[in-house]
């Protein structure tokens, strides 16, 4: 069974672009979650969506955006790029279920430069 | 203060020491996550749970609800036990948010 997709696996930007990343979630899994962690920080929830709706969302600024597909994957927008943007991007995915457990993607390593 | 924390942040052991890694919540949670993370970035999780504790292998989690606490265990440490663990907590209310402690840095030397 394929696990959680991620593309791409590094992007590099400049300062007010936009970046767009993509996620597939596991077969069957209707949720997915979206993750920061930026150097020197912890993980940090940004997103999760299910059934196509928005979920939950962090504590985030609205230029982190995202949406999730009738395939049920997933993309996370991020809009006017700052350099503390630069960070992995973590993608998970779950059965719909408070009790599920999440299965992580590898990642993308944005960079702004 | 951090909803989830861990000690020590940062743990080096020779091989074959018996490793503990601790987290401590301070949240209704319902459901508690051991994560860890390789030095590429990819995340794997170890074990999900509520309560008791479980094993896989050379791994063993505990949780006392009480006391809002788990531990990580790692039998015959051995070198390629070397990562980032991460406790993780899934909050009662917006449960499938998952709120994370700042990671602990195990080096196991040969």
């Known amino acids: 069974e394929a696990g959680v997709t991620q593309s791409p696996t590094h992007l590099i930007k400049t300062r007010g672009q936009q970046a767009t990343l993509r996620c597939s979630p596991i077969?069957?899994?209707?949720?997915v979650y979206w993750y920061q962690q930026a150097l020197g920080l912890g993980l940090q929830f940004l997103l999760w969506?299910?059934?196509?709706?928005?979920?939950n969302r962090g504590n985030f600024p609205p230029r982190f955006s995202g949406r999730q597909f009738p395939n049920y994957s997933s993309e996370l927008n991020v809009n006017a790029l700052e350099l503390e943007d630069s960070a992995l991007y973590l993608c998970?995915?779950?059965?719909?279920?408070?009790?599920?457990?999440?299965?992580f993607g590898p990642g993308t390593r944005l960079t702004v430069l | 203060k951090n909803e989830v924390e861990q000690s020590p942040q940062n743990l080096t052991a020779q091989e074959g020491e018996f490793i503990t890694i601790n987290c401590s919540y301070s949240?209704?949670?319902?459901?508690l996550h051991w994560l860890q993370q390789h030095p590429g970035g990819g995340i794997v999780s170890l074990f999900m749970l509520s309560s008791g504790k479980k094993k896989h292998g050379r791994l063993i989690a505990t949780i006392n609800i009480q006391e809002k606490h788990s531990s990580l265990h790692i039998t015959a440490s051995h070198p390629r036990d070397s990562a980032v663990y991460i406790c993780?907590?899934?909050?009662?209310?917006?449960?499938?948010?998952?709120?994370f402690g700042q990671g602990t840095r195990l080096t196991i030397n040969p």
């Open positions: 969506y299910d059934e196509g709706e928005e979920r």
């Open positions: 949240v209704g949670i319902s459901a």
């Open positions: 993780a907590v899934s909050l009662f209310q917006g449960a499938q948010k998952l709120v």
């Open positions: 998970a995915s779950s059965i719909y279920g408070s009790y599920n457990e999440q299965f």
């Open positions: 077969s069957g899994h209707t949720s």
